[in-house]
């Protein structure tokens, strides 16, 4: 799947983002006929995780009704990972949300955020994402 095709999916279909800036590569669930989820992986957005040995996952984006396809994207996206040599792969979540598909594709929770705006008079911003705070999850070598 293309980073084009996966970025488009998730404008239509996420509930609280739109597609990120950018990113390495995107992986495509389907159901046969069509696609029904999608995942993109980038760089880490957070420059002290941006080692070269570690990428994260964007965004994950999977329609109603499939079950386990969170868990199957996020398992697909830590084994291509893998395979093109990174060591670590890094996602957030909102505290919101419980994480089972995380959890069950064997990520751990490392480090909790405590949100807000980036927004300041020298640089300002628009918000158009939930501010609250977020959990850190990692898999690893």
């Known amino acids: 799947m293309t980073l084009t095709e996966a970025?488009?999916?998730?404008?239509?279909?996420?509930?609280?983002?739109k597609s990120p800036q950018g990113g390495l590569f995107a992986i495509g669930l389907s159901d046969g006929d069509e696609v029904v989820g999608v995942a993109i992986i980038g760089r880490p957005v957070s420059r002290n995780l941006d080692n070269g040995y570690t990428a994260e996952v964007t965004r994950v984006c999977v329609l109603d009704g499939y079950r386990n396809g969170c868990s199957k994207l996020y398992g697909a996206c830590w084994r291509a990972a893998r395979a093109m040599g990174y060591q670590?792969?890094?996602?957030?979540?909102?505290?919101t949300e419980?994480?089972?598909?995380?959890?069950?594709s064997g990520w751990d929770v490392m480090a909790e955020t405590r949100g807000g705006s980036w927004n300041c008079d020298a640089r300002p911003r628009v918000d158009k994402h939930p501010l609250q705070g977020k959990l850190r999850w990692e898999v690893a070598v």
């Open 88 to 95: 670590k792969m890094v996602t957030y979540t909102l505290k």
């Open 98 to 104: 419980p994480g089972t598909s995380l959890k069950a």
């Open 7 to 17: 970025m488009i999916f998730v404008d239509r279909h996420h509930r609280h983002h």
